[in-house]
Structures are given as structure tokens and as C-alpha cells.
């Protein structure tokens, strides 16, 4: 080896030395909070986000936010690459609605216990490893009892089990939300209420909170939580005529089979057995002479 | 050909001690029985202290040492012990031969990568000691001048260059050549090794025929036996049978250390890491549990291994107390081995790997998955559970000042409308429609709800080809006091049905 080539190599060594001296020096700054990308929610919360190490309740109504709220929080552990869990206990959580908010499905393991008495302790168990940066413990009871007519109340932490989660999520440094309903409200130490204001938008209020930001509310727009959506004041409600009749609603296939409409002819309208024969393909096929 | 030879002195009671830790620095023996008589097989150095020899009764050892500690020898087990250790140099050798019941010869063609014979030897050497042995290595151009260079030298380490086996021999007693060949040199009164080769081979082969020929080559440094190199198994299981049924945890967790130690090494002499185990139980008098570990990383660590297993087995209730183990790696792949960042733990991997293996042992392998798209049309089926197995990645100490990658995650422009929560089977909705077919309100949650606002519709349709199609015309709805919810009506018989909340 040369002497310059050497000098060279030496360079290069002391910058990257240099580089590492840089980066041991830097204080590591620990990702202390989740942001869901909702500018409105974020600004009511105290930390700018969901703080990690802390048990956050997002309490709501069904269909008034609590899930996507969530799923921004774990889109956005998983913008850093760390890994989420969800205790599904209504198992209803929609992957793929999970995977167009930003959620690397990957990365999120799904919990679906069998008993509900099970879904606290597996939550604790999940926070307290500290391997997972965003724990969610879905609490409430599901639209399967809902849509039947029955009450929709969902599960109740008792508070030995309340202080438990705020305990695990404490020692595991990780954020824990609850999602529950506000007739079974669980023991958050920061709490979020979520309110559907119909067509209009939603509303979110922080009513619950030590770090000071309580009863700051804020009101948004649907499309804010589900872009695609487009607002929905600008698309008119349909009206009775407009809604499609029955006769429109049914496909093809359930009103009669395409050989039965053509009364049992071949596909190019011969009768059959009295029709001239099948066209030929084999020269298009090229099994025939090809011309020379 | 250049050939290593590693020897293990006392290599029973140093695999005694790395299973029973507490054995360390305690006189013990393991016996073995012959002619109807237990002898001494094998004795740790503070027996040897004592005054035990290899051979004496275990009456008499006892005798001599009151405190002494006995175990049965299983040349079976030593002898998977030894092929265990043997593939675990697989990283630093191409191939090896067992020289029961202490050795191993290897073949030191890899040398120049290690700089040279003595460096590949010392890294052999750490390998071992890795796994909790000590020996010694010595590398020359023949089996015999290998091992007996090895076995009787003193040196740690010693290499032995092309053609000076018979200097590097000369010095040795003449008990190296272990066996009855050595008892006419003896009877002539030769004491050394150098004093047989010096012998003329003429009159070594008159007087002592083809053995002593033999033997007089071997000791001129001449020995032509080829090196056979030891047939890697296919299946990577080993298994133990218990000195007695076990009836609690802790005999178990002994035979399983020993089992995962040796499985860790094989697994890491192939650069394997295992993502999917097995472990068999055989019960005493009959029976067997088969308990399987699915690992959400690959890993060839033992002692993760170890932990995931003691939480597998330490809450098992069995019916009948457990007299055999075994393990078996059912599914390996390639073993990058983990890149840690500046400022990360592997800590944290452990931690992962332990509460998943909690989870799944309370809740069972079922309740845990991590979801994967599907192109199918179908809502409820556009995704199916996988294994959780998360890919190893992390911005470590680095992170902040790492420029922020864009995580693009390709979704379909469809799934953009889809709500967030879905029933898995769509339920029928309570609701009142017009006479023209229009939604006016439902029953919904335990209350009549109008509809607000209205959106859609969008019709998915498909699986004309299979026993049931379906086509359906989604709704957004407003129902009051509430968010979108997704709904539908049915082709097939006009109804409405929920089947979604956008939460």
C-alpha cells in the first residue's frame, strides 16, 4: 500500500472515530411521546402526544373516533420502528383500515384471548416487557351485541386491576391506551373523551389529566381521522328516489344464466348440431402449416 | 493433509461440572460397572487429590474420600457430548472426527484464515472454552502425532510442521503409544519414543512382527491412517434419558440446559438458528407430551432457549412423573446473527421472546397473530393471521440523528374507506326502511337511531364462480348521535346489514 493510501485510510478511520465520539457524546434522547398527526388532538394533550410509560383512556360511544385515534399512536411507534400490541377483546380491530393509517402490520401483534377475564392481564404482561412501545387494551363490548339491540357496555377494570396497567405501563416505559365506554369508564391516569357530533365532525375533550390541559376540548371534522372519506357536508344525503331500486340493486348473475338468455346457443349465436361448424384454431394456434 | 487434534482432559467430569455447575471444585467420580464390579471411569481433580485412581472399586474410592460423589458414565452421552462440541467447530473447521472418549481431530485446511496453524488452534480452543471446556491442541501432518502430541504434551498449544513428527515425538514416554505394542519395547528396556524409532525397521520387524512394524512407523512419524470425517446429522434432536422419573421441575430443568446447550452449539457450528421447536416428553410407565415453541425470532442462543422452555414446562401438569426428554428443531433458517446499534441491548429481544412464550402458553398459539393483507374483494376476508414475526430492526442511539426514512407502505386506494372496526360476520340490522327502499332509522345500541346523512353507495360483487357469491351495496350511514358506520344491502334478499364502525 501506498503512503498516500494509507495516510487516506488513516483519514477516514479518524473521521469515523470522530463520528462515533459524537454520537456516544449526544444525550440519547428516548421517544417520550406518541403524536397521532391530528394537530388538534395533539395540541390538547400537555406532552404535544400520548406520553409513553403512562395509561392514557381514549372513552367514547361507538363509531365517535377511539380506534383511529389509536391506530395513529401505533403508526406512529411504528414510524420508528418499534413494535405495538393490541389486545383485541370485541375482536374487531380491521387490519387493513390499520395498514391505510400508516400501520406496519408487521409490526403489531394482535391478542385475541378467549375469556375477557384474560384481556387486563394480557395487557399487563405486554407492557410491563418494555418490548413493545404501544400497547392498546380494547375494553369495549363490540357491535355484535350492539347491532342486535342489546346495551352496549363493554368490560370493567376493577381498580386493583387499574393500578396494575399504570403500574406495567410505568415499569415497561410504554404507552397504554384503553379504549372503553363511558358506561364502563377504566382507571386512566390521563383520560380522553371522544363524541360524535353526527355528519358534522367529532369532538375531543380531555377530562382527566395531572399534568394540567383538562377540559380543553377540541372538534374536528371526520375527514380529519379518515382522509378519504372527503367531508362529508359537501355530499349530499341521498334522498328516497335517489337510492338505488331493487331491481337495479341485483347482478347479473342472480337474474338469469347468460346460456339461458341465449337460448342455448354457442357463444357466437349457432344453433347447435345445425349451424355451420366451429371456426378452426389451429392455425392461429400453430399447430397448422404455416405459410411459406 | 493437515490435521488438528483438540483433547479434553477428564472430558466426563468437565461436562459434569457444565451441567451441575454446583459439582465445581468437589470430588466426585463417575463409575461404571465391570464384571458385575462398579469401578471408577472418570474422577474430577479433587478425587484425584484424594488419592482415586481410573479403575479402583467406588468401595474403596469412598474410602478414601467419604465425600465422594458418584454418577454413572454413559459412554452414549459422552460420546453426543463430544459430536455436539465437534459440530460446534464447524465455524472454524470444515470437518472433524471424533476420537472417543476425549478428542476430536479436525481438519486445520482453514488455517490461513485464522493467520496461521497456532491462530486457528487458540480460536479453536476459545470456541471450546465458549462452551465451557478446556484443552489442548496441537496440529501436525498425522493422526497419531496429533493426538499423542496432544494427549501427552504440555503444551497448550503446539503446532508440529510437515515431516518433524518424529523430532516432535522423540522426547514422549513410551506409555504414548497405549496399547500392548508398547510392552516388547519395554521389555527391552527403551523408555521413549525417540529410542523406538531409532531401533533399525529390519530387525523391529523380525523381532516384533507386523504390530511392531506398526508401531515402530508411527513412532518414526509415519502414520498413513486417513482421516474420516464425522457424518453431520440431519436432524438436529437430542434426547436424554433420566437417571430416575422425574416428579418435579428441577431434575427436568437440569437434562434441559444440557439438551439446549448441545442443540445451541450444533445449531451455531451450521450458522442455523432454530424458529420452531419441539419438546418430547416420555412418562414413566407410559405416555408421552409433546409441547411445541414457535420463536418470534430465530435464535441459537440456549439460554433464551432455556428461559422459553422453563416457561413452557414449569406450569405443565402432567399425569404420570417423566422419565425421558428430548428436543428437536423442526423448522432452522439462517443465522445473521443480530446487529445491535450504537446504544442498544439484545435485552430486549429476550424480553420479547419471554412474553410472547407466556402469552402463548396461557392464552394459546391461536390467540396471537399479526395480520397480512389479501387481494381478496370480500371485506371480512381481506387479510389473514400470520405467525407474529416482527423483522429485527431498530435506530438505536443513532436514531435522532439518522435522517428520517419515509416508511412507504403500499395499501390500496380502497382500503382508504374502510372503517377501522368490522364485524366478522356482517349482523343483520333492525331497521325501518320506505316503501321505496330507503334507509329512514335502525335499532342500534340499545336505541332507535334516524339516519343523517347517507353516502355511497359502493357495490362490491364477486365469487360469481363459487357456491356463494355476493354482491353488496355499501353504505356509509350517520346514524344519530353516532359516527359513520358501514352498511350494506344485500342482493341476495334486499336487507340491510351492519358490518362496520368507522371508530
Known sequence: ?292 | MRLGYLHFSRFPAQRRVIEVPALAGKPFVLEEEVRSARRVACASTSALKAGVRPGMTLTAASALEPSLQHFPYKAEDELRALTSLGEALMCVTPAFQRSAPDGLWFDASAAHLFGGEEGLCQRALEVCAGHGYRGRAVVASELFTSRVLARHGTRPVQVVPEGGGARALAPLPLSALEGPECEPFAALGLGTLGEVAALPAGAVAARGGAAGLRAHTLCRGGDDTPFVAAVLEEVLEERMTLDWPAESFEPLQFALKTLLDRLCARLAGRRRAAVRLSFMLKLDPTGQVELPLTLARPSARAKLLLDLARHQLSELRLENPVAGLSVRVEEHNEDRGQQLALGDTPEGDAALEVVLSRLATTLGEESLFSASLEAVHRPEQAYVARAFRPPPSSRGMAGELLPQEPVEVPVEEALRERPSRLLEQPATLDAEVADSGELLAAWLLGKRRRVMAMAGPERLSGEWWAPEPYSRDYYRVHFEGMGPAWVFRDARDGRFYLQGLFD
Open chain 1, 1 to 292: 500500500m501506498s503512503a498516500t493510501a494509507e495516510q487516506r485510510s488513516g483519514a477516514v478511520v479518524e473521521q469515523l472515530r470522530e463520528r462515533i465520539r459524537q454520537l456516544q457524546a449526544a444525550p440519547r434522547s428516548y421517544l417520550a411521546t406518541l403524536r397521532t398527526g391530528v394537530e388538534e388532538v395533539d395540541a390538547l394533550l400537555p406532552s404535544g402526544g400520548f406520553p409513553l410509560g403512562q395509561a392514557v383512556e381514549l372513552c367514547g360511544d361507538a363509531a365517535s373516533g377511539r380506534t383511529s385515534l389509536a391506530l395513529r399512536a401505533v403508526a406512529a411507534a411504528h414510524r420508528e420502528r418499534r413494535l405495538c400490541a393490541w389486545v383485541d377483546g370485541p375482536k374487531e380491530l380491521y387490519p387493513p383500515a390499520a395498514a391505510a393509517m400508516g400501520v406496519e402490520l408487521s409490526r403489531l401483534l394482535i391478542v385475541r384471548p378467549q375469556q375477557p377475564a384474560q384481556l387486563a392481564w394480557t395487557a399487563v404482561q405486554l407492557a410491563r416487557s418494555g418490548a413493545f412501545a404501544c400497547v392498546v387494551l380494547d375494553l369495549t363490548q363490540g357491535l355484535a351485541a350492539g347491532a342486535s339491540g342489546g346495551k352496549s357496555s363493554g368490560l370493567r377494570l376493577s381498580l386493583a386491576e387499574g393500578k396494575k396497567l399504570a403500574d406495567a405501563a410505568f415499569r415497561g416505559g410504554s404507552l397504554l391506551l384503553l379504549l372503553s365506554s363511558p358506561t364502563a369508564p377504566a382507571d386512566g391516569v390521563t383520560r380522553i373523551r371522544t363524541e360524535s357530533l353526527g355528519p358534522e365532525g367529532l369532538a375531543v375533550e380531555v377530562v382527566r389529566s395531572r399534568q394540567g390541559g383538562l377540559g380543553t376540548r377540541a372538534v374536528l371534522e371526520w375527514s380529519s381521522l379518515y382522509p378519504a372519506l372527503g367531508p362529508e357536508g359537501e355530499e349530499a344525503p341521498l334522498l328516497a328516489g335517489e337510492a338505488p331500486s331493487n331491481e337495479e340493486l341485483v347482478p347479473d348473475f342472480y337474474r338469469g344464466r347468460s346460456w339461458e338468455r341465449r337460448n342455448a346457443c354457442g357463444i357466437l349465436g349457432q344453433r347447435p348440431g345445425r349451424d355451420a361448424a366451429m371456426p378452426s384454431f389451429r392455425s392461429r394456434l400453430g399447430t397448422g402449416t404455416a405459410p411459406r
